[in-house]
């Protein structure tokens, strides 16, 4: 599907939303994305969910990608750049709240008008708890709009898991690529304490946290060697 820029250049767009057992919390991200100003294709990618999320974006009329067992969400997120038919990609979280259509629209701007290669949303005036992560590391936001060729020959995104985010915007970084922050005012997500319980949820933000070091001390390491063999 199309969008228009400004200088009326046509742009393939595709909105990707990885989702992992979020069929409740879907349909609210569903009904944002379909009230956009820009017209685009929404493509969410099941990632071995076994509590009907699927059926629900289904339901809903996306169009829906279903991984067969739980990849974690950079693989997720690979997948679904692969079958988009966009040439930029604008990847949202399957469990936020109180977004808006022109937050969407917002996201998008920067990177199809050609302000930026990049933009990251940041929840700002939402809950302080979220609020607040965002505030000590802006990395880690999954809201995101790039260019699919620059996501699919990012390294390492297969298995990086909860690492995505900060694994793109480090590449990023590494290649000066213009990066532009969107604030989302009173956007917000789920918390995995919620989602889970306080025990539960504890133990799946520390494991989010070891695989945010693991991810980027892998791609340090690659980083590393490439710049080895290039100045030899």
């Known amino acids: 599907m199309k969008i228009v820029t400004d200088d009326s250049l046509p742009i393939d767009l595709t909105f990707v939303i990885p989702a992992y057992n979020e069929a409740a919390r879907l349909p609210e991200v569903l009904r944002v994305v379909q009230q956009a100003a820009c017209i685009h294709e929404i493509l969410v990618v099941d990632d071995g969910s076994c509590d009907g999320t699927a059926e629900v974006a289904a339901a809903h009329g996306m169009r829906v990608l279903r991984l067969p067992v739980n990849s974690g969400k950079g693989s997720a997120?690979?997948?679904?750049a692969v079958a988009a038919?966009?040439?930029i990609l604008l990847f949202l979280d399957a469990d936020l709240?109180?977004?808006?259509p022109a937050q969407v629209d917002a996201l998008v701007h920067p990177v199809v008008t050609h302000q930026a290669e990049m933009s990251i949303g940041i929840f700002k005036g939402g809950?302080?708890?979220?609020?607040?992560?965002?505030v000590i590391s802006p990395n880690i936001s999954g809201q995101r709009c790039l260019y699919r060729d620059f996501f699919l020959t990012t390294p390492l995104v297969e298995g990086s898991r909860s690492g995505i985010e900060v694994l793109i915007t480090a590449h990023a970084r590494a290649n000066n690529m213009p990066i532009t922050v969107v604030d989302l005012p009173g956007a917000t997500h789920c918390m995995k304490e919620e989602k889970l319980g306080p025990v539960r949820g504890a133990i799946a933000r520390w494991r989010m946290y070891a695989e945010i070091v693991t991810t980027l001390r892998r791609y340090h390491r690659v980083a590393a060697r490439g710049a080895s063999k290039a100045s030899k």
């Not at 997120?77 to 679904?80: I, N, Q």
């Not at 809950?127 to 965002?134: F, Y």
Request: glycine letters at 10%.
């Open 77 to 80: 997120m690979r997948a679904g």
């Open 85 to 87: 038919r966009g040439d």
């Open 97 to 100: 709240r109180d977004l808006t």
């Open 127 to 134: 809950r302080t708890l979220t609020d607040l992560a965002q």
